[in-house]
């Protein structure tokens, strides 16, 4: 079992940072590739970056160039940068682990096993 609990969030202007964190505990950390998922209001809950445990990467296009997903093994925590925040990247932003071992850095939402409880970003125009 593995519990996730992310940190960070908050409001901002347009054009803001923010740095998102989120804490692991239970199994070793360094054997799950880990994610983070938002879901705004309405809408279905959306891919936005992937680590695997090997620090490999993936982003989605709207975030690309502007978020940055990074691990700190030691600390089991993953780290989510934003930054040039627009309106649209309003959503509440979950952290997520995959399966132990999984090679891949995934970007649906079912090559996740745990999830945490999300933590609110607001970007005002």
């Known amino acids: 079992q593995v519990q996730l609990i992310e940190s960070g969030g908050g409001l901002v202007q347009a054009g803001d940072s923010l740095r998102l964190s989120c804490a692991a505990s239970?199994?070793?950390?360094?054997?799950?590739?880990m994610g983070w998922f938002r879901q705004a209001p309405g809408k279905e809950r959306e891919f936005v970056a992937a680590?695997?445990?090997?620090?490999?990467?993936e982003y989605a296009d709207s975030v690309k160039g502007r978020f940055t997903i990074s691990r700190d093994n030691a600390k089991s925590t993953v780290y989510l940068e934003m930054n040039s925040l627009k309106p649209e990247d309003t959503a509440v932003y979950y952290c997520?682990?995959?399966?132990?071992?999984?090679?891949?850095?995934?970007?649906?939402?079912?090559?996740?096993?745990?999830w945490g409880q999300g933590t609110q970003v607001t970007v005002s125009s």
């Open positions: 239970g199994r070793i950390f360094s054997t799950y590739g």
């Open positions: 680590i695997s445990r090997r620090s490999t990467t």
């Open positions: 997520a682990a995959q399966r132990p071992w999984t090679v891949a850095a995934g970007t649906k939402i079912d090559e996740y096993e745990y």
